[in-house]
């Protein structure tokens, strides 16, 4: 059935659609019916069925005789190093976890944190808390102390794993420090934390921290327990207007059933081949596409710990690619911005035998016609573009290269996938004919992996998503939809900006550099840059009195939101002003701002070391009447 064909059938009859999609799953009670829409608007999926991720992700391939076959290859080369763990080690590995966890008294929807670098024992410790029922929620490495505190006091976990330290180029991030500090600030306290040292950095222990490999040592090996349906997999906090992160709830029985759907008809990909996805576990991607599609589908994933480039050189994508077999790659389009900088004609592609790669995928952020002209002419296979996002942790709007591949309409990620019916509203909430640009929103119910809710903050999921435009989903992206029924993606319509494929809150940043008190007030955009997309700039109008050297002000408040937030925030503009744009009701223009930023009276340079850029921002919003001299 080709992609129309597939469309329409989920239209027809989209409980039988999803049931179908189900039998690919193990469940250890089968689910009766797919759709429970009780509690409208809030939905829930195969919330009869019973079934666990880990067992659906490991244990049933290696019954199924994939024992031998890698699950995870780990390739490193920051520091030197690659392995490959079974389908049977991974079984061994996640039931002797999961039973350390369990002796500790880690039982069925308990939070456990996770804060690790790209290592495979990452994924070790997602799956042996979904095999033991433990809801995980892993943080990303590159977020500072206080982000951390703020998560683990949400989600109050039992226990935290984390790894002494992760690899930058040229410095290592001890992880423990940080950790430490965080459940300092927290309220919340962790009964223990499980460490895994990495020898570049050893971390010192407290009473509190058991050795990674200690812990497990004698452990008795955790049996997979039965989850329902809708029984949370994990919480991944992701980036909302504010300060205080969002936690994205996903429920386990629908996320195995989306995903397994998407690895053969989206991706294209044949259980036992090898799929990379170049993220970090710490992003939705990560979740996704590193961990739990590759291995509910019984593919082989790679974990990559490294950069696209300077390890050892542009090549390494392509080495990784061909030595490891990998059909197809999935990553953000920043990674092929890095490459094509410093390699711009491809050069090190030739020396690699790519002859089995089929497809590249493109995500996160918005694709550059230069980026995908540049992938598509080097490497000869299709590039795709698709979006998502967390909340929905797989395609809304993408090419199902497996169903049938569509034309590539270049700036489109192409059409809306079976489970959403996407429209483009006006203010009011009413549709708007095609090539008319208006909020991106889904018709309710999202299909099943979706998020079912935020952590314990469910009247902040209604008010967030649900409550402009009743009956649909608002997804947070303005864009358009043409003839053809191609999706275009062309802005966020709140406070969140996409820096280098990673999603941030400019109000989050805001909230720090109002705590400096030097800043009696500040405003945060989103300016384009050529690597990362997008990059934070701060407005600071200083308080009464002040007189300090603006550079020294601006170099603390550049100090504080790497400290706080984490240096993830790639934080580096920052500029003193008069006053800030406002409308009469006294609501900060942001979106003018930032238009000024983008427009003709303001180009960013290429080089955000440039210190002529703030000069000539401050100019351009002098010539509006906004800066002081
Ligand atoms: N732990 C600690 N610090 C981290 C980190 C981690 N896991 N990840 C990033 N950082 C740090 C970086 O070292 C950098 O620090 P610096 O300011 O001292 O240089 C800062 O956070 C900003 O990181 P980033 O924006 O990623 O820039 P980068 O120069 O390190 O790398 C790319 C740029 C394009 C190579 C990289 O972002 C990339 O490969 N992105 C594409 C893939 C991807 O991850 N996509 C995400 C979702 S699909
Ligand atoms: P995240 O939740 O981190 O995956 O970020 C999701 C956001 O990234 C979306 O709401 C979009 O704003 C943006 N995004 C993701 N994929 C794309 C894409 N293919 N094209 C344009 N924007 C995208």
Not at 275 to 288: I, L, R
Not at 316 to 331: C, D, M, P, Y
């Amino acid at each position: 059935m080709g992609y129309r064909e597939t469309y329409q059938s989920w239209q027809d009859d989209p409980e039988a659609f999803w049931m179908k999609a189900a039998e690919a799953i193990s469940w250890s009670k089968k689910p009766t019916k797919a759709l429970n829409d009780a509690n409208a608007p809030f939905y829930q999926w195969f919330s009869d069925g019973e079934m666990n991720t880990c067992y659906n992700a490991v244990d049933r391939h290696v019954e199924d005789g994939r024992g031998d076959q890698a699950a995870i290859i780990y390739d490193s080369p920051v520091t030197d190093t690659k392995r490959t763990l079974t389908y049977a080690e991974l079984q061994e590995a996640t039931a002797r976890l999961g039973g350390a966890l369990q002796a500790k008294g880690v039982a069925k929807g308990d939070r456990v944190i996770i804060y690790m670098p790209m290592v495979p024992e990452a994924l070790v410790a997602m799956l042996a808390c979904a095999r033991i029922g433990a809801v995980h929620s892993v943080v990303f490495g590159g977020f500072a102390a206080h982000e951390l505190a703020v998560r683990i006091d949400d989600a109050t976990p039992k226990a935290i794993i984390a790894g002494s330290c992760g690899i930058e180029p040229g410095r290592i991030v001890p992880y423990k420090p940080l950790l430490d500090d965080a459940i300092e600030q927290s309220a919340h306290n962790p009964e223990f934390c499980v460490i895994l040292q990495r020898e570049e950095c050893r971390a010192d222990m407290t009473a509190r921290d058991h050795d990674w490999n200690a812990f497990q040592q004698d452990a008795p090996h955790a049996a997979p327990v039965a989850t329902k349906g809708d029984d949370p997999l994990y919480i991944l906090y992701t980036s909302g207007t504010t300060g205080q992160p969002k936690g994205v709830l996903r429920p386990a029985g629908g996320h195995a059933v989306a995903l397994h759907w998407t690895m053969s008809n989206i991706y294209d990909i044949k259980p036992g081949e090898v799929f990379w996805a170049a993220s970090d576990v710490g992003w939705v991607v990560g979740h996704s596409y590193i961990c739990y599609a590759p291995l509910i589908y019984g593919a082989t994933t790679i974990v990559f710990e490294g950069k696209p480039v300077g390890t050892p050189d542009a090549g390494t994508f392509w080495r990784v690619i061909s030595e490891h077999k990998a059909v197809a790659l999935f990553t953000a389009p920043t990674a092929f911005r890095a490459i094509k900088r410093v390699d711009p004609d491809g050069s090190f592609i030739g020396n690699y035998d790519l002859s089995h790669f089929r497809t590249l995928f493109l995500a996160g952020e918005r694709a550059d016609p230069d980026t995908i002209e540049w992938a598509q002419a080097r490497l000869g296979v299709p590039v795709i573009d698709h979006w998502w996002q967390t909340e929905t942790g797989y395609t809304m709007v993408g090419n199902p290269m497996g169903l049938e591949p569509l034309p590539v309409k270049i700036g489109s990620p192409t059409v809306p996938m079976p489970g959403y019916r996407i429209e483009v509203l006006d203010e009011a909430g009413h549709p708007v004919p095609s090539g008319t640009l208006g909020t991106i929103a889904a018709k309710l119910p999202l299909p099943p992996g979706t998020l079912s809710g935020l952590w314990q903050a469910q009247d902040r999921f209604k008010k967030s998503y649900l409550t402009n435009f009743p009956g649909y989903y608002e997804t947070g992206d303005a864009g358009m939809v043409d003839e053809d029924g191609y999706v275009y993606i062309m802005a966020r319509t709140d406070d969140v900006i996409n820096v280098a494929g990673h999603r941030l809150s400019t109000g989050a940043m805001e909230e720090v550099l109002a705590g400096l008190p030097d800043v009696a007030e500040c405003a945060v955009i989103g300016v384009k840059d050529e690597l990362k997309g997008q990059l934070p700039m701060g407005f600071l109008c200083l308080t009464d009195g002040i007189t300090r050297p603006h550079a020294d002000v601006v170099k603390d408040a550049i100090a504080r939101v790497r400290q706080e937030i984490g240096p993830v925030a790639a934080f580096k503009l920052a500029c003193v002003v008069d006053r800030l744009p406002k409308t009469r009701s006294g609501k900060i223009l942001r979106a003018t701002m930032a238009k000024i930023a983008d427009g003709e009276a303001f180009k960013m340079p290429a080089t955000i070391d440039d210190p002529a850029i703030l000069d000539e921002m401050r100019e351009a919003l002098q010539t509006l009447g906004y800066a002081q001299n």
